[in-house]
């Protein structure tokens, strides 16, 4: 598909800046820092948008809250995945009736993926009359500008009908913690799998260039973050848009070149373009994790193909091996969908068993959800929603008990975590991370959260593990 990678000059994003400026003291009148809420729904990426919403909120004077009685400005970044998500924000946004109720001035804005999709911003427009500012994920980085527009005129502001993305460099960005970190290699997605309506919303695939990905890689590290996450829709196609002669196994190893003590993982991979050359870096970069997220969505050859995946379960399980070759120690998850259109118990089985041969370490599990536009929402679909359910709680089943005795595997086993968080309970005080990704409560000193330290693992269940910290730092 023809497609020309838009750059949006760094002039405008400064001048999107200056209108932040502009709007200091507009958001509320009343001589103090006004307080902003934003609340994100979906995957990373979206989690990644959200930080840059909190940029410019920053920009513009604002402090930050969680409490919606207490904003001036509450920001709703929506997903558009699955219907369930879009229920929960609806249902939200109405609930936002009784903020506003209390505090007329309040501005309510909704964005991201869920009202790029037409049907739902009219839905937005028509039936809650609570928002003020609606724009989709391409018009996110003019968002100071749409705000303004509703702070001068007063009138509803929506600004969803943008199709193509762009790339843009330079927009202000409040992280959300100060040990992991998300970092947008990538935008968009050109697979067009079936049931899926992220390459609607989101545009085609365009990709950072090297240089800019590598700075802000090392921002971090010297920022002392310890974990970064490298996000797209599809990591394994990243710079084939570019027309350089570097890909995604190269952009592991630049950053790994980045001196200093710190993690790489990342996320996206289809299948269909993970290759050994990526599995050979992972293993060859000390820094990059041995953890991969490798979407398999079902385990059927007619579904797979239906699902337009562009692979075979064969393929996939071949992946896998190869993949376990170079880092037997290689953490592996999946999504999958469950009640794909027409999927018969039969078919539903060979996922089963496919999980069995691949024994993920965890598994993210979900029941297809029809997505409007997309190919699979007129495919015919016989099967009932009970019927998809029980082969869900099945698959729910075999994901958990893999998943336990996998965990049972660690105990008694010392392992180097990444301290990266306190969970307020007295028991097991501290949250981390191992080198695979997988979760370990600890108890230990608050002073550990950001440091690598060795624990020994004690004990363990289906979701996570339990150690006590060997050596600090
Ligand atoms: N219904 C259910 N799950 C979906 N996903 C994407 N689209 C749908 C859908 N229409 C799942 C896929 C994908 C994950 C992010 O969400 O498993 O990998
Ligand atoms: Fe959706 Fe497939 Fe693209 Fe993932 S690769 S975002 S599932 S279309």
């Known amino acids: 598909m023809a497609y020309e990678r838009k750059v949006i000059d760094i002039s405008e994003v400064e001048k999107q800046l200056e209108i932040c400026r502009s709007l200091r003291g507009r958001i509320c009148e009343e001589g103090r820092q006004p307080l902003a809420m934003v609340d994100t729904y979906g995957c990373q990426q979206n989690e990644a948008d959200s930080e840059k919403l909190r940029g410019y909120l920053a920009e513009m004077g604002c402090g930050f809250t969680q409490d919606e009685f207490e904003a001036d400005i509450i920001v709703i970044n929506t997903c558009a995945v699955r219907e369930h998500a879009e229920m929960r924000v609806l249902g939200n946004v109405g609930a936002l009736n009784h903020s506003k109720k209390n505090k007329p001035r309040q501005i309510i804005a909704v964005c991201g993926c869920m009202v790029q999709q037409q049907h739902m911003a009219d839905k937005v427009k028509m039936s809650y009359p609570v928002v003020d500012l609606c724009f989709g994920p391409h018009e996110l980085w003019r968002f100071p500008e749409h705000l303004k527009r509703y702070l001068d005129k007063h009138k509803r502001v929506f600004e969803t009908s943008q199709q193509d993305g762009c790339v843009i460099e330079g927009m202000p960005l409040k992280r959300d913690g100060k040990v992991k970190a998300w970092l947008s290699i990538m935008y968009g997605c050109n697979n067009f799998c079936t049931y899926c309506v992220v390459p609607y919303v989101r545009g085609r695939e ?22 970064i996450t490298l996000l797209g829709q599809n990591v394994n196609s ?3 848009d570019l027309g350089l002669d570097v890909d995604f196994a190269d952009l592991i190893r630049m950053i790994n070149d980045i001196p200093g003590d710190f993690l790489i993982r990342f996320m996206t991979s289809h299948p269909k ?5 990526l599995f050979k870096t992972m293993a060859e970069c000390e820094k990059c994790a041995h953890q991969l997220h490798l979407p398999v969505q079902a385990g059927n050859n007619t579904i797979l193909k239906r699902m337009n995946r562009s692979y075979t379960r064969e393929k996939y399980l071949e992946l896998v091996k190869l993949a376990r070759s170079y880092m037997p120690d290689l953490v ?5 969908i469950v009640g794909f259109p027409d999927e ?3 078919q539903f089985e060979d996922t089963i068993s496919l999980c069995e041969e691949v024994r993920y370490d965890g598994m993210f599990t979900f029941i297809y959800s029809k997505r409007v536009g997309t190919p699979a929402a007129s495919m015919p679909d016989p099967y009932t929603r009970a019927q998809k359910q029980l082969h869900f709680d099945k698959l729910m089943d075999v994901s958990n008990r893999i998943s336990g005795e996998k965990h049972k595997e660690y105990e008694g086993k010392t392992l180097r975590v990444l301290v990266d968080g306190t969970t307020g309970k007295d028991e097991y005080n501290l949250s981390s991370r191992t080198n695979g990704g997988r979760l370990v409560h600890l108890k230990g000193d608050e002073s550990l959260v950001g440091q690598f330290v060795d624990v020994e693992i004690t004990s363990s269940n289906n979701w996570a593990l339990y150690g ?6």
């Open 273 to 277: 373009d993970a290759t050994e050359k």
């Open 332 to 336: 592996i998850t999946t999504d999958i």
């Open 468 to 473: 006590v910290v060997k050596t600090t730092p």
């Open 238 to 240: 990243y710079g084939k």
């Open 344 to 346: 018969s118990d039969e």
């Open 206 to 227: 365009r990709s950072r260039q090297p240089e800019d990905i590598i700075r802000e890689a090392r921002q971090l590290v010297e920022e002392g973050y310890k974990d």
